[in-house]
């Protein structure tokens, strides 16, 4: 499911990379990293039909609450 959305999302339209991480103390942890080349495209990938039908399916198989946050590359 995870590889899915992840294949599918590198395909988009200013998508310059995304990957999973697996937190070394807590292998639990997974914490997935998109960079966009802006705000429009990671919009675009959020009303994406992939994005609709994966992100539900992946947050119902976690243990806990998934959490989106959104930064700005400052340098």
Not at 16 to 33: A, C, F, K, S
Not at 38 to 45: N, P, T
């Amino acid at each position: 499911m995870c590889k899915s959305l992840i294949e599918e999302t590198l395909k988009e339209e200013g998508c310059i990379d995304y990957g999973v991480y697996q937190e070394l103390e807590n292998p639990e942890i997974l914490t997935m990293l998109e960079e966009w080349k802006d705000e429009g495209s990671l919009d675009q990938h959020i009303r994406s039909d992939h994005f609709k039908e994966i992100f539900p399916l992946l947050s119902e198989c976690l243990d806990k609450e998934t959490e989106i946050n959104i930064y700005r590359k400052k340098l």
